[in-house]
T-cell receptor
Framework: KAGVTQTPRYLIKTRGQQVTLSCSPI?????VSWYQQTPGQGLQFLFE???????NKGNFPGRFSGRQFSNSRSEMNVSTLELGDSALYLC?????????????FGSGTQLSVL | AQKITQTQPGMFVQEKEAVTLDCTYD???????LFWYKQPSSGEMIFLIY??????QNATEGRYSLNFQKARKSANLVISASQLGDSAMYFC????????????????FGKGTLLTVNP
């Protein structure tokens, strides 16, 4: 069974641009979450989608947005990129949203903003 | 206050020996889940083990076991018979509000412990 797939693996953008990252969850998984990892702030929750609806949102500005499609694939978008958006963006999926659900992560997208 | 505290920024262990990575947590929820992940230099977060707050037995997954002490709010990861490939960053994480309808379905991570396995 394929794991969580994130594309692209690496991305270089300049300030002010916008970027879209993609995540394909494990087959059958319906919940997709996004996390940002930086050396200074560590791992921080961005948002979570289930059945094409955003269910949870972390403490990030509105420049960070996402969506989920009917096949559970998800995308996140960052508009008007800032230098501080340079980070590893990790996507995680789980089967449902139950109390004992395990989250499985992808390899991440390394975003560098110049 | 930190919700997840990993007090060991770095740990060293000899190959084939056991090692314990510490994790303490802070929550007022009765129902919660605790996770451990491994992150090699490649960046992928690899799921290792899960412990639910109502689980009476400590979780085990192969060479990984979780020493869960609920009253002390600790969830230490024990790796037995360390291998060179175990060298990586290890993160403890918690999911609160597990039975609250999922309104808080997210993980809070600790800062991590960098484990180095020496030959």
């Amino acid at each position: 069974k394929a794991g969580v797939t994130q594309t692209p693996r690496y991305l270089i953008k300049t300030r002010g641009q916008q970027v879209t990252l993609s995540c394909s969850p494990i087959s059958g998984h319906r919940s997709v979450s996004w996390y940002q990892q930086t050396p200074g702030q560590g791992l921080q929750f961005l948002f979570e989608y289930f059945s094409e609806t955003q269910r949870n949102k972390g403490n990030f500005p509105g420049r960070f947005s996402g969506r989920q499609f009917s096949n559970s694939r998800s995308e996140m978008n960052v508009s008007t990129l800032e230098l501080g958006d340079s980070a590893l963006y990790l996507c995680a999926s789980s089967l449902f949203r139950g109390p004992n659900e395990k989250l499985f992560f992808g390899s991440g997208t390394q975003l560098s903003v110049l | 206050a930190q919700k997840i505290t990993q007090t060991q920024p770095g740990m060293f262990v000899q190959e084939k020996e056991a090692v314990t990575l510490d994790c303490t947590y802070d929550t007022s929820d009765q129902s919660y889940g605790l996770f451990w992940y491994k992150q090699p230099s490649s960046g992928e977060m690899i799921f290792l083990i899960y412990q639910g707050s109502y689980d009476e037995q400590n979780a085990t997954e192969g060479r990984y076991s979780l020493n869960f002490q609920k009253a002390r709010k600790s969830a230490n990861l024990v790796i037995s018979a360390s291998q060179l490939g175990d060298s990586a960053m290890y993160f403890c994480a918690m999911r609160e509000g597990v039975n609250s309808g999922g309104s808080n379905y997210k993980l809070t991570f600790g800062k991590g412990t960098l484990l180095t396995v020496n030959p």
